[in-house]
């Protein structure tokens, strides 16, 4: 069987309700690379948040890996594979470049982000969180949750995804906030056919259901991207979107 990668992808961004985008997303499908961040301090600090926190990542996973002076100290976790190891440690590498530009301003211009990444190597996807965003797998007509978004909400209630409550989106741990930040980190062995979602928090149950109901039913990969975008395109969502949505074969 041929080396599993990422064959199909969508990106899609939307503003939602609020008038300043926040969210940010970056690919690389040849590299099995996929990020999506909800920044939050504003429609600048914010936005610029997002934004290095995503490139923070894919730059660590394009180009630091191997580079002894980029990449050290490098911590291992001895239960995690080496694709797992190299994520959990781009998403370190990304948290102080954050923290890096976060000095350089005041209270009112600086920024975090949460952020949910993938890393798919050897066949086994990793999938490393950190905040409000959310990761999904579709596989064989069944919608599992990856991650659980750490966030106020889940505080209060953690049967539920936190929206009924007060300060569900308020995240418990974030980029560019502290230094002795620790992603949740979960791997799995990739299957043909998967379809896995990243998303931030401007994700509905009824977009999310859509998706299940559409990209699951497809026999092929082009008509499940194009059911998959139209429902995107008719999303109404809550609250600022980026959505990484892509089909590993």
Known sequence: MDELRMRGLITFEAGGKREHQEDAFKVNKDRGIAVVADGFGGPVGGREAADKACEGVLDFLQNKVGDLDATLPFEM?????????????????????????????????????????GYLMDGVLSVANIGVCEAYLFRQKKVIPLVSPRTYGRFLDPFSRGRDNTGWDIPLSALGVTDDMQPELV?????????????????????LEDLQQGILNEKSLE?????????????????????SLFFIG
Not at 187 to 207: I, K, Q, S
Request: with cysteine; proline share 4%; aromatic share 8%.
């Open 77 to 117: 976790r001895k239960y995690f594979t080496l694709g797992g190891n190299i994520l959990f440690n781009a998403l370190l590498h990304a948290n102080h470049q954050l923290m890096r530009r976060n000095e350089k301003f005041g209270i009112h211009e600086k920024g975090g982000a949460s952020v949910v990444a």
């Open 187 to 207: 791997e799995m062995r990739a299957e043909p056919e998967d379809w896995v979602l990243f998303t931030t928090d401007g994700m509905t149950p009824v977009v």
């Open 223 to 243: 008509s499940g991207l194009e059911i998959a975008r139209d429902i995107l395109e008719c999303a109404d969502p809550s609250d600022n979107l980026a959505i």
